[in-house]
């Protein structure tokens, strides 16, 4: 066996962009959970061919904020990485998110779907400090 894997998959989509981020992210109305869920799977499938006989030791959700991706889909990922790879019995499944209250009401799901550690992006507790930087909040 070789050395496990590190897999990274990227939610672009945000509520609303920060003026000072330089990631790729961008503000939809509304995304095809479908079409993206089955394009993130797709490529984990051409990604696996390329990869064989490895596990899988650490999946991070990034972003975009992925907080706001459906728990369904993080399931699908998480499910789809364990079926191609293998998980590690101690992977780290962790997914970026941001303190709003919309994206809180999900962590139980997104916990029930595999994730076992969350990365909160808190800039800061200021409010003045958050508009200044044009963080939603």
């Not at 499910?79 to 962790?94: H, R, V």
Request: hydrophobic share 45%; proline share 7%; glycine share 6%.
């Amino acid at each position: 066996m070789t050395e496990p894997l590190a897999l990274y998959v990227h939610w672009p989509f945000c509520v609303s962009k920060c003026p000072y981020c330089d990631f790729n992210s961008h503000v939809r109305e509304s995304v095809d959970q479908a079409v993206w869920r089955a394009a993130l799977l797709a490529d984990l499938r051409h990604e696996a061919a390329l990869l064989p006989g490895r596990q899988v030791s650490s999946i991070f959700f990034g972003g975009g904020t992925p907080s706001l991706m459906p728990p369904a889909t993080v399931a699908a990922v998480i499910g789809e990485a364990a079926a191609l790879w293998g998980l590690t019995d101690d992977c780290e499944i962790t997914l970026e998110a941001n303190p709003n209250s919309v994206e809180v009401a999900a962590f139980a799901d997104l916990a029930a779907a595999g994730v076992n550690r969350v990365s909160i992006g808190v800039q800061s507790f200021d409010p003045q400090v958050l508009e200044f930087l044009g963080r939603a909040h």
